[in-house]
């Protein structure tokens, strides 16, 4: 499986963004696909997944602002990101975890594939 991630940039507070992960190759009939987030010097950290069912998961740190999404048809997943602070700025990742388990979801160690990143800037 190989994730394409696309769609970062620069934008000022309050701006949006919407950020683009398509798969190929391998597509597995239960997944769950996520959004990954790490900042200069700090740790890749959970921002938010999203199962096949629909059912999705936010860090509190977004949860209201941004929202996931996915098109199976097309094997993409994106993220709306709306309300943008300087805080979200960041190199994002998409990943996808072809076996997966509900408690261990937010977990970066759970992902078995990973897109190449995306950043993601935000002036004030």
């Known amino acids: 499986v190989q994730l394409q991630a696309s769609g970062g940039g620069l934008v000022q507070a309050g701006g949006s963004l919407k950020l683009s992960c398509a798969a190929s190759?391998?597509?597995?009939?239960?997944?769950?696909m996520g959004w990954f987030r790490q900042a200069p010097g700090k740790e890749r950290v959970f921002v938010a997944t999203i199962w096949r069912s629909g059912t999705t998961y936010y860090s509190d740190s977004v949860k209201g602002r941004f929202t996931i999404s996915r098109d199976d048809a097309k094997n993409t997943v994106y993220l709306q990101m709306d309300s943008l602070k300087p805080e979200d700025t960041a190199l994002y990742y998409c990943?996808?975890?072809?076996?997966?388990?509900?408690?261990?979801?937010?977990?970066?160690?759970?992902?078995?594939?990973w897109g190449q990143g995306t950043q993601v800037t935000v002036s004030s």
């Open positions: 190759g391998r597509t597995f009939s239960r997944n769950v």
């Open positions: 990943a996808l975890d072809s076996s997966p388990i509900f408690s261990t979801q937010f977990r970066v160690t759970s992902y078995n594939y």
